[in-house]
């Protein structure tokens, strides 16, 4: 079953100028995905290839320009208002840097049991349930009268975890939730969060820069470039199999995994408002021929649930 | 490509021989307003043309030992033990004076986030023209020519006309050579590269890794690598110093340290990041402790497996095990 969908989603940003208005920035453009129950779908790309918007397009913060967004098969943005909001408890997330997503001024006692309370779950409810979640995520109840700031940044982003669960959701969004941890912290986290999939059986939307972390976590992974979805397979086609030339460069880019003489990387990513024409990767891409340049490839399938948007492969 | 300039030899790398560059003597550095210790009895030595890694989680030390090696410390931290000894002399006891003719042209600092660090109302080609007036006495059209020297060779495309941008102008990649080119603009003999690539995209990465590669190739160019991340170690040192709660852990080649590291708080390192197509993890439990929370025994004994009580009671020293490896630990 499909929890989320996503159908050419569309989304722009207009930049501001001194006098009137600016230009627009297409940060998505035609992203198509789905995310089905009990899976983990990793994100990997690198900063500005939108990430973080298709993540916000995910959790309902923003509504696409163009595109749907299924939510447990309901299309979100045409439901009555009191639909939409009986559905947003069951998509949550976490993000990169706990100490800015928490409120530094509430205990975190009142963090965990906030999305309960405003339920209308009452508040000796909402306060053994946050009790039992903060010990879920491998926390003593000890911290429950404390403020953010007294915790370590490993401890924070288990708050930040216990706080997403405690409305039971379907799906939580993780946008860059290891980023800001120490490698050892790192672990920890990562296998607490496998763990609460199966407990809990819940889908990941994994959004990471960080390809080796990804594949650690993820069922299939998409690679996302300059707002599109270039590639998107099984797990296991990323450890070995035909690969987007992006893919291949952002794999050979891994520290360890660099090859000394190897294709090397050309440039950096142009800027979104001056996207080359074709295919977006041409001008980085050491294989790119005359057709790259012209006409964009489509995404297409080429292996078993293994697609790449690439006239090369 | 650009234009590769020659006006220095290539030096071979060399192996660690001789008198080291810089070296570290029981450096401890204290934190004056709640008076503990920062870093305890930090020993280290780097070696002419060599890269030297030091590694650890955030809150051990690092840091500080890379603004050590400049003389410089933060606000509230003052040394209260040991030397840091630049070709003999103690950096520690010069007068202000002398360590500042010191900084910038012998020893040079780069940092993971360049927009921070490089003067936003000031053009790039300025800060680096600054550099050459103060250490190399160069000024008008001798200054411009050296800086698009500079900037060609940590390889900014285009550099007749990115030395009038601004830093906001560039891409974080190309602010990463535009601050390594600075700090070569004093000709260095060693270069603290604190996290140079943290802030960096994966791919762009990969070019400032080959681009310090390079320069060390080139100039003889030592440099002090300072990361979280091991498997970026891996591709860049030489060797390889690991640090926990304020002192070195474990020292040793690169090679030695990957295929038999023999502190558990490196090899739990080593396992800690997801390797391709591992589905498990290592977990070491717990925390770095931070400073003025040390335990009395071994700093890294309540994380580890392997404890008895002697850990628990006495501190361990630095004990060597092989050629070129020393590990703080009873045990192994």
């Not at chain 1, 959004?207 to 069922?219: E, K």
């Not at chain 2, 010191?102 to 109302?121: K, S, T």
């Not at chain 2, 030592?222 to 891996?234: G, N």
Request: overall charge positive.
């Amino acid at each position: 079953m499909k929890v989320l969908e996503l159908k050419g989603v569309e989304k722009s940003y207009r930049l501001r100028r001194f006098f009137g208005r600016g230009e627009s920035l297409r940060v998505l453009r035609g992203v198509s995905l789905s995310l089905f129950e009990n899976e983990v779908l990793g994100l990997v790309g690198e900063s500005g290839c939108g990430k973080s918007t298709l993540a916000r397009i995910a959790l309902a913060l923003e509504a696409p320009d163009a595109g749907e967004v299924l939510f447990l098969g309901h299309n979100f943005w045409t439901l009555a208002r009191g639909e939409r909001k009986r559905l947003r408890p069951k998509f949550q997330a976490v993000f990169q840097d706990p100490a800015a997503s928490l409120n530094p001024r509430k205990k975190i006692e009142d963090l965990v049991s906030e999305p309960l309370r405003l339920q209308g779950v009452n508040r000796k409810t909402a306060r053994e349930e946050a009790e039992k979640l903060i010990e879920m995520v491998g926390l003593s109840a000890d911290v429950l009268p404390r403020f953010p700031h007294q915790l370590s940044g490993g401890q924070r982003q288990r708050v930040a975890l216990a706080r997403a669960l405690i409305s039971r959701p379907r799906v939580i969004v993780l946008d860059e939730p290891t980023s800001a941890l120490d490698v050892s912290v790192q672990a920890q986290i990562l296998t607490l969060l496998k763990d609460l999939k199966d407990q809990f059986g819940l889908s990941y939307l994994f959004i990471s820069h960080d390809l080796p972390v990804v594949l650690f976590m993820s069922d299939r992974v998409g690679v996302m470039y300059l707002g599109e979805v270039v590639e998107i397979g099984p797990r296991d086609v990323f450890l070995n199999g035909k690969l987007h030339p992006y893919t291949e460069l952002l794999l050979s880019s891994v520290p360890g995994r660099r090859k000394r003489k190897g294709p090397q990387t050309i440039g950096e990513p142009p800027s979104l408002l001056r996207l080359p024409p074709g295919c977006v990767f041409h001008p980085r891409c050491p294989e790119a021929v005359e057709i790259c340049r012209k006409t964009a490839p489509e995404l297409r399938e080429i292996g078993p649930r293994h697609m790449v948007a690439c006239h090369r492969r | 490509m650009q234009p590769r300039s020659d006006g220095v030899a290539a030096v071979e790398p060399r192996a660690r021989e001789g008198v080291p560059l810089l070296r570290i003597e029981a450096l401890g550095l204290c934190f004056i307003p709640k008076r503990y210790a920062l870093l305890d009895k930090v020993d280290l030595e780097i070696f002419p043309g060599e890269i030297l890694g030091l590694v650890g989680e955030s809150g051990c030390g690092k840091s500080l030992t890379g603004l050590a090696c400049l003389g410089l410390f933060p606000s509230g931290v003052k040394p209260f033990s040991g030397r840091v000894l630049f070709k003999g002399k103690d950096l520690l006891c010069l007068p202000e004076k002398e360590v500042r003719a010191y900084r910038g042209r012998r020893v040079a600092l780069i940092f993971q986030e360049p927009l921070n660090a490089l003067n936003p109302v000031f053009t790039v080609g300025y800060q680096i023209e600054e550099v050459l007036k103060l250490h190399r006495g160069l000024r008008g059209e001798a200054a411009r020519a050296e800086a698009i020297r500079l900037l060609s060779e940590v390889r900014l495309p285009d550099p007749e006309t990115r030395i009038r941008n601004y830093p906001h102008e560039l891409s974080g990649g190309m602010r990463q050579r535009a601050m390594i080119a600075m700090a070569l603009a004093g000709e260095p003999e060693l270069l603290v590269a604190d996290e140079p690539t943290t802030a960096l995209d994966v791919t762009v990465q990969a070019q400032i890794l080959d681009l310090l590669l390079e320069l060390r190739e080139r100039r003889g160019l030592a440099i002090l690598f300072i990361s979280h991340d091991l498997a970026l170690i891996r591709e860049v040192a030489d060797r390889v110093a690991v640090m926990y709660a304020g002192e070195v852990v474990e020292v040793a080649g690169k090679d030695e340290l990957f295929e038999n590291p023999r502190h558990p708080y490196t090899e739990a390192l080593l396992s800690a990041r997801p390797e391709f197509g591992t589905r498990k993890l290592r977990l070491l439990p717990g925390q770095v402790p931070s400073p003025g929370k040390w335990p009395a025994g071994c700093r890294f004994a309540p994380r580890c497996r392997e404890r008895e009580l002697r850990c628990e009671e006495e501190h361990p020293e630095m004990r060597p095990v092989g050629p070129g490896h020393a590990v703080r630990c009873f045990r192994r």
